[in-house]
């Protein structure tokens, strides 16, 4: 389940810019790995800060230096397999997947690239997890199933790299940061859809109700509009939106979904299948 944090004004999030990573240390640590207990101690660690800062408590430049942790093994031992780095290395996957600035994923893809190529991660995660979530972002496709993992590569200029640019990721995850942390004229704030998971226990169904994550437009000091999904684990990076002849925004040139701010203050959002309105978000006192 996804909460929000709002916190005072228009600064609903806080988010952390600091990427002043000491790769030296993180290089002297791995050049002086000699046995299975080394590897497995260094996944281990990454998996305990991965899972002990999550939803509300998630530290961005936590997840920040696990992700360039993981970067620079890849650089130096590959992909880790359970039997050379043990079982906790798996958390390489969901280290990427906790990295919410798309740039930085599309830099640091080619460790999932090798953990497949090596079998170490299936066809259908690689399209469901990792693929998918990309191309949906990029395209609005959220079905990639029929195409081949060769196309889809292409087309989000994805490929096999033994090496990764730790410092080019470094400088795009500050560049990316900006965003969220520079002031920016507000739009408004509108609440979410209330969503519903059906639950199976012992024999029943349980229904479990989802509290709406309140949605964001801005426009920043270039003019541009965004649209932001409030996660309480800051998990949505803005999207561009793009302003049609009517006034209308949408998150693709070709889409015929589109979102309309109302004289009453609320948000439309229009799609070929329904159009949902969506009322001002209002601040719940404690």
Do not use: C
């Amino acid at each position: 389940m996804r909460k929000v944090v709002f916190l005072v004004g228009f600064m609903y999030l806080s988010f952390s810019q600091n990427a002043q990573v000491d790769t030296a240390a993180i290089s002297e640590e791995l050049n002086a790995f000699r046995s299975y207990g080394d590897h497995s101690k260094f996944w281990k660690d990454i998996y305990r800060i991965d899972q002990l800062y999550r939803g509300e408590n998630t530290v961005d430049s936590l997840d920040f230096l696990n992700l360039i942790k993981a970067s620079m093994y890849f650089n130096k031992f590959g992909y880790p397999s359970p039997g050379i780095a043990g079982k906790k290395s798996n958390i390489i996957q969901f280290v990427w997947i906790h990295t919410s600035i798309p740039k930085v994923k599309d830099l640091t893809f080619p460790m999932l690239l090798e953990g497949y190529f090596s079998n170490e991660i299936d066809e259908t995660r690689l399209r469901h997890y990792f693929i998918n979530p990309l191309y949906t972002r990029k395209f609005g496709a959220e079905n990639v199933g029929n195409e081949t993992i060769k196309f889809l590569l292409t087309e989000l200029n994805l490929e096999k790299r033994a090496k990764i640019n730790i410092q080019e990721v470094i400088q795009t995850y500050t560049e990316g940061m900006s965003l969220l942390n520079d002031k920016h004229e507000e739009i408004g704030v509108w609440k979410g859809e209330t969503q519903y998971d059906s639950i199976p226990f012992q024999g029943n169904v349980l229904i479990n109700k989802i509290e709406p994550n309140p949605i964001r437009i801005f426009r920043d000091k270039n003019g541009d509009y965004y649209l932001h999904y409030l996660y309480e684990d800051r998990s949505h990076y803005p999207q561009r939106l793009y302003l049609d002849q009517k006034g209308r925004f949408k998150l693709y040139d070709a889409s015929t979904s589109y979102f309309e701010l109302l004289d009453s203050q609320e948000l439309k959002r229009s799609s070929a299948d329904k159009t949902i309105i969506y009322p001002p978000y209002k601040k719940k006192n404690k």
